[in-house]
């Protein structure tokens, strides 16, 4: 079975703080990799796509780790708007296209 | 900028009721794809459409569950007789290269 694993947290930080995620995968084949971001009750918001090393926009930073199979994502100057669950999704056959594998996310607070 | 909307926002119906939740993917976006997060679980993928017929489905999309593309807009999820384990948000998604949208949701309650 194809899973996706993540800490679930919480993680509690201070506002300006750095904070890593990480998530490990499975199937080995999978060539790409996404970040969503989830509100409460709302629906995922894709963050980032990783498929090659990494990814980088502005303060958030995808790494890939194929050898060991896994993903983190760091948030650098973190902001109360960060406050969230970040969800590590791969593809189901591996490939870039196709039905999506949820990790269970990990859920962020930003305090002031 | 162009976004996957879904109606209702909460469907609330009776143990046995057949209910039909509506999609309206992107535009031009080819790939469609319902999932469910049952609350406080993981996302989990129901099915997905391409060409007018059901590409892949889970082992949850049983005889229960039906999809229909009934025009070039919208995207239908039908439960022919809802369980109470069925109450769950549910998602449409649409794909686009190898980035999938989602709509925000109907949040289904079974009673």
């Known amino acids: 079975r194809k899973e996706v694993e993540q800490d679930p947290g919480p993680f509690n930080v201070p506002e300006g703080a750095t904070v890593a995620f990480n998530c490990t995968y499975s199937n080995s084949a999978s060539q790409s990799f996404f970040w969503y971001r989830q509100d409460c009750r709302k629906e995922p918001k894709l963050l980032m796509s990783v498929y090659s090393s990494g990814n980088e926009d502005g303060r958030f930073t995808a790494q890939l780790n194929r050898a060991s199979q896994y993903i983190s994502l760091l948030i650098r100057d973190s902001k109360l708007s960060d406050s969230a669950t970040y969800l590590c999704v791969v593809p189901l056959y591996g490939g870039s296209q196709g039905n999506l594998i949820f990790g269970k996310g990990t859920k962020l607070s930003v305090k002031p | 900028e162009p976004e996957v909307t879904q109606t209702p926002s909460h469907q609330v119906t009776q143990m046995g009721q057949e209910v039909i939740l509506r999609c309206v993917p992107i535009?031009?976006?080819?790939?469609f794809y319902w999932y469910r997060q049952i609350l406080g679980q993981k996302v989990e993928f129901l099915v997905s459409?391409?060409?007018?017929?059901?590409?892949?489905k889970s082992e949850i999309f049983d005889d229960q569950f039906s999809v229909e593309r009934p025009d070039g807009s919208n995207f239908t999820l039908k439960i022919r007789s809802t369980k109470l384990e069925d109450s769950a948000m549910y998602f449409c998604?649409?794909?686009?290269?190898?980035?999938?949208?989602f709509g925000p949701g109907t949040r289904l309650t079974v009673l």
């Open positions: 535009s031009n976006h080819l790939y």
């Open positions: 459409f391409y060409n007018n017929e059901i590409s892949e």
């Open positions: 998604a649409s794909r686009e290269n190898n980035e999938q949208f």
